[in-house]
């Protein structure tokens, strides 16, 4: 995508709906959203981050690699001149408007959303951290969501092996992922949280024992 306009009126879609806008910034995820769209003008205005590390390493770049989830599309685009200004009171970043953007749909296959009376949980170790999470949703594809606490940090690319899917009525099992995207939600009762995608990378066994699950639990 090329035209200003399009890919203004994207960017306002994205902020209208407060989708969530991921960059590395270094050894850290800059989480953010978009505050205003000027393709006229040539800038957009993102908010900073909760974590100031993130942004200090954000505005040394000379070129930053944005990443957006918008509804069926995965948005990827490149800014220059990152610098901080204050909007309607705050800090926030500024950044040159994008010359263009790679658009993708993110979905070749169905997906499976899971049901609340479904409990499957994800158990996660990355280090000396270990925590469960909730899966919202799979596809045949082999991508799932998780939610987790905002405060975790999760960054796109990042491989998590052995993670172990657990249901109360059936044995654990072991799958590795690669996290592909991260988006800031709200659960049902009003509290912070963030979903990352996940491609399931482990072997055709591990993958075809978990599609089963899923579809024997969703379908029936």
Do not use: W
């Not at 800059?30 to 957009?44: A, C, H, P, Q, T």
């Not at 790679?102 to 499957?120: I, M, T």
């Not at 800031?184 to 009003?190: A, F, I, L, N």
Request: proline letters at 5%; glycine letters at 8%; aromatic letters at 4%.
């Amino acid at each position: 995508m090329r035209s200003v306009i399009e890919m203004e009126h994207l960017l306002e879609a994205v902020r209208a709906a407060g989708d969530a806008v991921t960059a590395d910034a270094g050894e850290n995820m800059f989480l953010s959203r978009v505050l205003k769209v000027n393709g006229e003008e040539g800038f957009m205005v993102l908010a900073c981050c909760d974590h100031k590390p993130a942004n200090r390493a954000l505005l040394l770049e000379r070129a930053v690699a944005f990443r957006i989830s918008h509804r069926s599309r995965h948005v990827e685009f490149l800014c220059r001149g990152l610098h901080e200004v204050m909007f309607q009171g705050a800090a926030a970043i500024q950044a040159a408007f994008p010359a263009a953007m790679v658009v993708r749909q993110r979905r070749d296959h169905a997906r499976y959303k899971v049901p609340s009376a479904v409990s499957l949980l994800c158990e996660i170790s990355i280090g000396a951290l270990s925590f469960d999470c909730e899966v919202v949703d799979v596809s045949l594809a082999g991508i799932g969501a998780v939610l987790y606490e905002p405060d975790i940090q999760i960054e796109p690319g990042m491989r998590i092996h052995r993670a172990r899917i657990r249901h109360p009525q059936r044995p654990p099992i072991l799958v590795d992922l690669e996290v592909r995207h991260v988006t800031r939600v709200m659960r049902p009762e009003g509290r912070p949280a963030l979903r990352a995608g996940c491609q399931i990378v482990g072997g055709a066994k591990d993958l075809g024992d978990l599609m089963r699950l899923f579809v024997t639990e969703l379908d029936g």
